[in-house]
């Protein structure tokens, strides 16, 4: 007498797999998103940090922030971060008077960041990000926390 082994998954088997496979694949998608926006975020964070210090080994050169502009070589050499790439964040550098400036970084639009809100950064260390924010309200109490 010959015996015939079952070879292979049913098709219920299957299909409770997959659906594993989908519930998994939904919770783990929005996480997994939200995980690549912030880290863009902090890495914009990061390099206006860098820009700070180049602002400042500036006014040591020159005597004020005067004449600095976010396209100098010497301090970012363009407007957009990262430089090669898909843009995520444009940077405006503003110098309002000798003595001070505002470092914006806004989300491109058709970027992962778009609707992220805006992250600001001024000379006296002030630092401002709220999700969804197009605007800066830098304080003293104000921080990249998103609070």
């Known amino acids: 007498m010959v015996k015939h082994f079952k070879q292979g998954f049913t098709l219920i088997e ?3 797999a997959v659906a594993i496979v989908g519930i998994l694949a939904v919770i783990a998608y929005p ?4 995980y690549v926006i912030k880290t863009k975020r902090v890495d914009a964070q990061s ?3 860098e820009i700070s210090q180049k602002l400042i080994q500036y006014k040591a050169a020159n005597g004020n922030f005067t004449g600095a502009t976010i396209t100098d ?3 970012y050499g363009s407007n957009t971060f990262p430089q090669t790439g898909d843009t995520t964040y444009t940077f405006t550098l503003n110098i309002p008077n000798a003595n001070s400036w505002t470092l914006t970084a ?3 639009n058709s970027s992962t ?3 992220n809100g805006w992250i600001c950064l001024n000379n006296q260390g002030q630092k401002y990000w709220v999700k969804g924010s197009t605007t800066c309200v830098l304080s003293a109490t104000s921080n990249w926390d998103g609070r």
């Not at 996480?31 to 939200?34: L, P, R, V």
């Open 47 to 49: 390099k206006m940090m």
């Open 31 to 34: 996480s997994y998103t939200q």
């Open 106 to 108: 806004e989300p491109a």
């Open 73 to 75: 070589n010497n301090i």
């Open 113 to 115: 960041q778009d609707g």
């Open 14 to 16: 299957i299909l409770i």
